[in-house]
Nanobody, 124 residues
Framework: QVQLVESGGGLVQAGGSLRLSCAASGRTFSSYAMGWFRQAPGKEREFVAAISWSGERSVYADSVKGRFTISRDDPKNTLYLQMNSLKPDDTAVYFC?????????????????WGQGTQVTVRS
């Protein structure tokens, strides 16, 4: 129904910045809550940030509050994650995801469509 493709990952030094993008196609982008998750080798997938359908509400994991900003551009069908003050612990594959749920947006279980991920590596 909707397809997601992440981009923007790469190698960056600690303290640096990256902006991830998630391009969506298929069903109207504005009908979905969107989230970012990440997974490092040997670790479970964890929630990073999410934004509601309307963009009025955003939620962040405690580990990224004050450093990351989630946003969406509905005319471009694109989701963004601006990542500043990156730390080595941020190293992971980052996935974007789409959900038709309207209330719960900060848990992976409600997301039905996932991208393939983009690698972010932060070196000290």
């Amino acid at each position: 129904q909707v397809q997601l493709v992440e981009s923007g990952g790469g190698l960056v030094q600690a303290g640096g910045s990256l902006r991830l993008s998630c391009a969506a196609s298929g069903r109207t982008f504005s009908s979905y809550a969107m989230g970012w998750f990440r997974q490092a080798p040997g670790k479970e997938r964890e929630f990073v940030a999410a934004i509601s359908w309307s963009g009025e509400r955003s939620v962040y994991a405690d580990s990224v509050k004050g450093r990351f900003t989630i946003s969406r551009d509905d005319p471009k069908n694109t989701l963004y994650l601006q990542m500043n003050s990156l730390k080595p612990d941020d190293t992971a594959v980052y996935f974007c995801a789409a959900s038709t749920h309207s209330i719960i947006i900060d848990t992976a279980a409600v997301y039905h469509t996932w991208g393939q991920g983009t690698q972010v590596t932060v070196r000290s």
